[in-house]
């Protein structure tokens, strides 16, 4: 089975950067999609970044220009670089991956973000924290 580890969360102020990285174990050369999703107190875990296998990525509107999704060759380390980081990304970040015949690869080709059920495999979530 597919694990996820990220890392790379902490504190900023307003208008700094982190990268956040996924580690993946286990892994399946046949995963269609990973990206990464968020979670902020009393809020709906949203996607922020999506990668497929083939190279497609979308981003959603409030992250786009800022934050950047990348892979190593191996698709062993999911990347998410974020910059001008505001308090509204304050959250807990999760690392996901799907599995073959799910929805996701077919959506991001539509130009559509994936949701969270469209996602098999889960990390434990890193924070990052925001400040003004």
């Known amino acids: 089975q597919v694990q996820l580890v990220e890392s790379g969360g902490g504190s900023v102020q307003s208008g700094g950067s982190l990268t956040l990285a996924c580690a993946v174990s286990?892994?399946?050369?046949?995963?269609?999609?990973m990206g990464w999703f968020r979670q902020a107190p009393g809020r709906e875990r949203e996607g922020v970044a999506i990668i497929s296998s083939d190279g497609r990525i979308l981003y959603s509107d409030s992250v786009k220009g800022r934050f950047t999704i990348s892979q190593d060759n191996a698709r062993k380390t999911l990347y998410l670089q974020m910059n001008s980081l505001k308090p509204e990304d304050t959250a807990m970040y999760y690392c996901?991956?799907?599995?073959?015949?799910?929805?996701?690869?077919?959506?991001?080709?539509?130009?559509?973000?994936?949701?969270?059920?469209?996602?098999?495999?889960w990390g434990q979530g890193t924070q990052v924290t925001v400040s003004s």
């Open positions: 286990n892994y399946s050369p046949h995963i269609p999609c």
């Open positions: 996901a991956a799907d599995s073959p015949g799910s929805p996701a690869s077919l959506l991001l080709r539509a130009g559509r973000l994936p949701l969270e059920p469209d996602f098999n495999y």
